[in-house]
Nanobody, 119 residues
Framework: QVQLVESGGGLVQAGGSLRLSCTAS????????MGWYRQAPGRQRELVAT???????NYADSVKGRFTISRDNAKNTVYLQMNSLKPEDTAVYYC?????????????WGQGTQVTVSS
């Protein structure tokens, strides 16, 4: 069984920084695209950033220039460095990974980590 475990959320003042981590574990042949999504209260889950196995990245317009996604394939880990945080970045952040195991390519989600930015 594949699991994604996130860490690094917390409370930070506006203008501050946080770094999120997400590690995949379990029976896996390969990890394709990894990414971060977020969901604020009363809103739909939205894409924050993704990174492919070839290190191609994609960002939501709202975070471009402030957030950086990266991955360490040797550690099956994806990171999200968040700088210049704003109160509107407050949300539960979820890790996502497309993983090929002994079955078809499957999307997995982490349990979520809370990020709160105070003004």
């Amino acid at each position: 069984q594949v699991q994604l475990v996130e860490s690094g959320g917390g409370l930070v003042q506006a203008g501050g920084s946080l770094r999120l981590s997400c590690t995949a574990s379990g029976r896996m042949l390969s990890i394709r695209t990894m990414g971060w999504y977020r969901q604020a209260p009363g809103r739909q889950r939205e894409l924050v950033a993704t990174v492919t196995s070839g290190d191609n990245t994609n960002y939501a317009d709202s975070v471009k220039g402030r957030f950086t996604i990266s991955r360490d394939n040797a550690k099956n880990t994806v990171y999200l460095q968040m700088n210049s945080l704003k109160p509107e970045d407050t949300a539960v952040y979820y890790c996502n990974a497309a993983i090929l195991g002994w079955g078809p390519l499957t999307a997995y989600w982490g349990q979520g980590t809370q990020v709160t930015v105070s003004s």
